[in-house]
């Protein structure tokens, strides 16, 4: 059950922000995310990440893919963590801190407030 339900999250996360008009590649294991990423870091304006992920953890996967590209926003969405703060995801450069659950709503505005060129913000 879980499995599925784990699945069927970035799914439709994927089909709102392309039905928002982005462009989405989806990579359900961060192993597979960071390769993707490195292979061709020009191609994302965007990562979108949760913190609870198959072999590295959002905010080590953030650490990672800002090693490569410093200024490519990254959201990490998680429920309760006691491993990171909404603080300490700033500290990290993620630019948005997305708890879940969060509505599709909330989902769009993290996407825009992300891509915004302005200062660091934390949602």
């Given at each position: 059950?879980?499995?599925?339900?784990?699945?069927?999250?970035?799914?439709?996360a994927k089909e709102v922000l392309e039905e928002a008009g982005y462009s989405v590649v989806m990579r359900t294991s961060s192993q597979a995310a960071f390769?993707?990423?490195?292979?061709?870091?020009?191609?994302?304006d965007l990562v979108l990440t949760d913190q609870t992920m198959p072999h590295m953890t959002g905010d080590i996967l953030a650490e990672t893919i800002t090693e490569i590209c410093p200024d490519i926003p990254i959201i990490l969405c998680t429920g309760f963590s006691s491993k990171i703060s909404?603080?300490?995801a700033l500290a990290k450069g993620i630019k948005v801190y997305l708890q879940k659950p969060f509505t599709i709503h909330e989902l769009k505005k993290a996407v825009r407030m992300a891509l915004a060129k302005d200062e660091e913000l934390v949602s």
């Open positions: 059950m879980y499995e599925i339900k784990y699945s069927g999250i970035p799914a439709i390769e993707t990423f490195r292979e061709a870091p020009d191609a994302f909404p603080e300490s």
